[in-house]
């Protein structure tokens, strides 16, 4: 171990001078930043590359999906429009696709992180907060919400669908429960009460009015389209809150890797961190889910891509969160324009790739 001035570097061998960055012939995979001694950060050398190409992905994602459509526009004129400037797609830009863009890329940080945090409590890349039940619960919610006429204006659907997703994961807690939490009995239990709930919407959808029955058979689609700046505040003020959690989440989670017996030996609260992570990730997958509507396969896919890009012994939250992001805003610009004039929800079109990747992970672990 060699220090220098705020940073400290794995590696052994002689310096070679105060400025080198290498001890050694073969670079250190991970950097430890300590710029204060109660403080460090600990980087790995990989994940921050894969960091910033998913982030210059996610760049491009979003420059194609302002620019294509039905009116396609160059970069210029998007930027120009962007920039306040008058031009004739001032309508197309900024008020239609600007803010679907920046809510689909919200959306899919919230299931990212939300799908990472799930995973790594049961230590299953089965598992996500969609397979536990949340969209299930908050899907139950909404139509017990219409069919009661509590709520009397659309807007309102997205409060209920994260209530209703965060009580369904308390449900799913409380019963998974017994002398401590088991990851697999957590896995199952969601899925009956996912089974349970999601046989409550059909009972309704089959035995009601044939407009609100659009209305919910409209939002169980998951789809960003009508989506802009009411959903995007909402999510941004979640995500700022749940900073301070995810740096917590980052640290704490590192033992859960560890036997149960092993990290609880090293004075570890595993049953607590366990209920902080998956509470943290229910939040925040709840809140997509009332955004945009239950959007599936993303919170399940998007970690154990991050994890094979990253090669991180565990899931990477900040790369879990731009993963989700990239594939959400891809998956809408091709739902927007594969069929054209017709468009795609996404929550289909995720499902319908997402599927076979699910099975594929079944097939693997057997």
Not at 49 to 55: E, P, V
Request: with cysteine; aromatic share 4%; glycine share 12%.
């Amino acid at each position: 171990m060699r220090r220098t001035r705020g940073v400290s570097l794995t590696g052994a061998g002689p310096a070679r001078g105060a400025g080198n960055c290498a001890t050694s012939p073969h670079r250190p995979a991970v950097v430890v930043l300590r710029p204060h001694p109660r403080f460090s950060l600990l980087l790995h050398k990989r994940s921050t590359i894969t960091a910033l190409a998913l982030l210059t992905l996610l760049a491009l994602a979003m420059t194609a999906s302002a620019c294509l459509g039905q009116t396609s526009l160059s970069p210029v004129t998007v930027w120009r429009t962007l920039r306040g400037e008058h031009t004739p797609y001032t309508l197309i830009v900024n008020e239609l696709r600007a803010p679907r863009i920046v809510v689909g890329a919200l959306v899919g940080v919230c299931l990212g992180l939300g799908g990472a945090l799930v995973q790594t409590v049961t230590r299953n890349p089965l598992a996500s907060p969609d397979v536990i039940g949340v969209g299930h619960g908050a899907a139950a919610a909404t139509v017990l919400a219409l069919a009661t006429g509590v709520v009397a204006s659309p807007a309102a659907l997205p409060v209920v669908a994260v209530g209703g997703g965060l009580v369904a994961a308390a449900l799913v807690y409380a019963l998974a429960w017994r002398h401590g939490m088991q990851p697999a009995r957590f896995v199952l239990t969601g899925v009956g009460i996912g089974v349970a709930l999601s046989a409550v919407v059909q009972l309704y959808l089959t035995d009601s009015e044939l407009d609100a029955a659009e209305q919910v058979k409209l939002w169980l689609t998951g789809s960003l389209n009508g989506r802009g700046r009411e959903q995007a505040g909402p999510l941004a003020v979640v995500l700022v809150l749940a900073l301070p959690g995810l740096v917590w989440a980052g640290r704490a989670a590192r033992p859960l890797g560890l036997d149960p017996e092993t990290a609880a030996g090293l004075g570890v609260r595993v049953d607590r961190v366990r209920l902080g992570l998956t509470a943290l990730g229910v939040v925040l997958a709840a809140t997509a889910t009332g955004a945009a509507g239950p959007i599936g396969f993303v919170a399940l896919t998007a970690p154990q891509l991050a994890r094979r890009l990253t090669r991180t012994p565990q899931l990477p939250l900040v790369c879990s969160a731009l993963t989700g992001a990239v594939v959400l805003v891809t998956a809408d610009l091709v739902a927007r324009t594969l069929v054209p004039p017709l468009e795609i929800p996404v929550g289909a079109l995720t499902s319908l790739v997402g599927g076979p990747y699910l099975l594929y992970l079944l097939g693997r672990r057997r």
